[in-house]
């Protein structure tokens, strides 16, 4: 059991009203002295149960010095079961839980906790750090939201609210409580890392810039932090930076897998094929399994005019990240550059399916059933592209010619 989260636990357990001669079974000194004293204090006659159920508390703490967590969590469930009413149990087992990576028992039973207790903020706390590390985000900036709403001194919550947020796609949000932390202690540079991130992902790149630079003049050594440069460098078309900041990174380590493949992004838009899928090739050597370099290294090939060899890339994307709605659309265009269109159409359908609001998985089955005589399954599909985004020229345009096809009038 992790020594230094159990010692924050139990300062916040009023001691029991022990005798002199009994204080040893909170004395941690010597673990192995406390177990013997809190269980002689456990079996005498004297002791209430009250003052029982915080003897197996203490005990439980030295059987965690000792590493001994199955006897640790024992004790915890006997001081439950002596006093079944306590929220504090309850709340401390959940804590040992989080601490031996258990998330999910450990939400199990600060529920219980917080059911008892329902305005205790350790309890919303801990639970929320379990719900962020099972990646149950929402559940977790719940959780944060009421630890600060009923103690406001919780601050050290702020940067785990802030990656919740992150994760959930509130970024404003999320840089709000990541500044509040790095205001209360600027020494917490990491914050600037995720600043950065979300200000990349609400498309603010100079905002971003300023940020990773920040960051890096902290921590010049972080091989992530110039990941991130590099991409919001590409992001604001500054390419040369980006390539300078690739190149360092495999300077300083050529088996990051990340660099090749963001730098074979680059070499696609500067129309530097070849040289994309060598960098993919590097990427997927290092990372096998990895969905976003198989489906790279597919586009590239597909601007080589090579689509056999990018339809095995697709496949292999596919395989690894069935539920990617983009890697199926894009699939289905490569089997439209190999007239292969009853595939292509099954494929933008699976795009659909994952996503219902894919304007241009909608176009493109439109085209594809132009393509084999099916003009009224095209237009179907050409009004529902426009439907969802009026401004699609591709899907206007096909419209115009089904209409025709059909003998209607094309506007």
């Given at each position: 059991?992790?020594?230094?989260?159990?010692?924050?636990?139990?300062?916040?357990?009023a001691?029991?009203?022990?005798?002199?001669?009994?204080?040893?079974?909170?004395?941690?000194?010597?673990?192995?002295?406390?177990?013997?004293?809190?269980?002689?204090?456990?079996?005498?006659?004297?002791?209430?149960?009250?003052?029982?159920?915080?003897?197996?508390?203490?005990?439980?703490?030295?059987?965690?010095?000792?590493?001994?967590?199955?006897?640790?969590?024992?004790?915890?469930?006997?001081?439950?079961?002596?006093?079944?009413?306590?929220?504090?149990?309850?709340?401390?087992?959940?804590?040992?839980?989080?601490?031996?990576?258990?998330?999910?028992?450990?939400?199990?039973?600060?529920?219980?906790?917080?059911?008892?207790?329902?305005?205790?903020?350790?309890?919303?706390?801990?639970?929320?750090?379990?719900?962020?590390?099972?990646?149950q985000?929402?559940?977790?900036?719940?959780?944060?939201?009421?630890?600060?709403?009923?103690?406001?001194?919780?601050?050290?919550?702020?940067?785990?609210?802030?990656?919740?947020?992150?994760?959930?796609?509130?970024?404003?949000?999320?840089?709000?409580?990541?500044?509040?932390?790095?205001?209360?202690?600027?020494s917490?540079?990491?914050?600037?890392?995720?600043?950065?991130?979300?200000?990349?992902?609400?498309?603010?790149?100079?905002?971003?810039?300023?940020?990773?630079?920040?960051?890096l003049?902290?921590?010049?050594?972080?091989?992530i932090?110039?990941?991130?440069?590099?991409?919001?460098?590409?992001?604001?078309?500054?390419?040369?930076?980006?390539?300078?900041?690739?190149?360092?990174?495999?300077?300083?380590?050529?088996?990051?897998?990340?660099?090749?493949?963001?730098?074979g992004?680059?070499?696609?838009?500067?129309?530097?094929?070849?040289?994309?899928?060598?960098?993919?090739?590097?990427?997927?050597?290092?990372?096998?399994?990895?969905?976003?370099?198989?489906?790279?290294?597919?586009?590239?090939?597909?601007?080589?005019?090579?689509?056999?060899?990018?339809?095995?890339?697709?496949?292999?994307?596919i395989?690894?990240?069935?539920?990617?709605?983009?890697?199926?659309?894009?699939?289905?265009?490569?089997?439209?550059?190999?007239k292969?269109?009853?595939?292509?159409?099954?494929d933008?359908?699976?795009?659909?399916?994952?996503?219902?609001?894919?304007?241009?998985a909608?176009?493109?089955?439109?085209?594809?059933?132009?393509?084999?005589?099916?003009?009224?399954?095209?237009?179907?599909?050409?009004?529902?592209?426009?439907?969802?985004?009026?401004?699609?020229?591709?899907?206007?345009q096909?419209?115009?010619?089904?209409?025709?096809?059909?003998?209607?009038?094309?506007?």
């Amino acid at each position: 059991m992790k020594k230094n989260g159990l010692i924050i636990a139990l300062t916040l357990i009023a001691a029991p009203a022990f005798a002199n001669s009994e204080d040893r079974c909170r004395d941690f000194s010597d673990p192995a002295a406390a177990v013997a004293a809190c269980t002689a204090l456990i079996e005498t006659k004297q002791a209430s149960d009250s003052d029982i159920a915080r003897a197996y508390l203490y005990r439980e703490y030295a059987h965690g010095l000792e590493g001994n967590n199955d006897l640790a969590l024992t004790d915890f469930q006997h001081s439950i079961d002596l006093n079944p009413q306590d929220a504090s149990s309850y709340r401390y087992l959940g804590i040992a839980y989080r601490l031996l990576g258990e998330d999910q028992s450990a939400i199990d039973v600060i529920n219980q906790s917080i059911s008892l207790e329902s305005d205790n903020a350790d309890s919303y706390m801990h639970r929320g750090m379990a719900h962020f590390s099972l990646r149950q985000y929402e559940r977790a900036a719940d959780d944060f939201d009421s630890t600060l709403r009923l103690d406001d001194s919780k601050t050290q919550i702020l940067p785990f609210r802030a990656r919740s947020h992150l994760a959930l796609g509130n970024y404003q949000l999320a840089i709000s409580d990541f500044d509040q932390s790095l205001a209360l202690d600027p020494s917490n540079t990491e914050n600037l890392r995720f600043i950065s991130g979300a200000y990349f992902h609400m498309g603010q790149f100079d905002n971003a810039l300023r940020d990773i630079n920040r960051f890096l003049q902290h921590h010049p050594d972080s091989l992530i932090g110039l990941v991130q440069r590099g991409r919001t460098h590409d992001a604001i078309g500054s390419y040369e930076k980006a390539f300078e900041d690739f190149e360092e990174i495999l300077r300083r380590d050529p088996e990051i897998a990340d660099a090749y493949y963001y730098r074979g992004l680059i070499y696609m838009r500067i129309d530097k094929n070849d040289l994309a899928v060598a960098d993919f090739d590097e990427a997927l050597q290092r990372k096998p399994l990895f969905a976003n370099g198989h489906a790279g290294r597919a586009s590239a090939l597909n601007n080589l005019g090579r689509f056999e060899q990018a339809l095995d890339s697709y496949n292999r994307a596919i395989e690894l990240s069935p539920r990617t709605a983009i890697l199926h659309n894009n699939r289905g265009l490569t089997y439209v550059k190999l007239k292969l269109f009853k595939q292509s159409i099954e494929d933008f359908t699976a795009a659909i399916r994952l996503n219902d609001k894919y304007t241009r998985a909608y176009s493109n089955r439109a085209a594809a059933y132009l393509s084999i005589g099916e003009y009224e399954l095209a237009l179907v599909d050409f009004d529902r592209a426009l439907e969802i985004d009026p401004s699609e020229v591709k899907a206007r345009q096909g419209r115009a010619i089904a209409r025709k096809k059909l003998g209607k009038d094309p506007t």
